[in-house]
């Protein structure tokens, strides 16, 4: 799973549309991520066809997206995977302390 496709779905935990989803990927992020439209909706499109997003409401003009189960799963699995690597990271910080 890509950055963006994280941050996507944390912005996901509630359904949001397109310009919803731009400014709560920033600030799930704290700023650090900031998504224009054609990433965003290169995201979203490859994450409905995964099957992790579907659209919930579609007025014509503006589509809701929200999370599929199979989505919450992989954002799950995702976080563990993150927690993991950090956790493996004590060593580096273990490291400093006996310099």
């Not at 949001?16 to 989803?21: A, E, F, K, P, V």
């Not at 400014?23 to 650090?32: D, E, F, L, T």
């Not at 699995?77 to 302390?97: A, I, M, N, S, W």
């Amino acid at each position: 799973m890509t950055e963006a496709m994280y941050y996507v779905l944390l912005a996901l935990m509630s359904p949001n549309h397109g310009y919803q989803l731009m400014n709560a990927v920033a600030q799930v992020s704290k700023g650090r991520i900031r998504m224009g439209p054609g990433t965003l909706y290169g995201v979203l499109g490859r994450m409905q066809k995964d099957g992790f997003i579907m659209v919930v409401k579609d007025n014509g003009r503006r589509k809701t997206y929200g999370m599929t189960e199979v989505g919450k799963a992989a954002l799950k699995q995702e976080y563990q995977r993150l927690v993991c690597l950090v956790e493996d990271g004590r060593l580096l910080r273990e490291e400093k302390r006996n310099e």
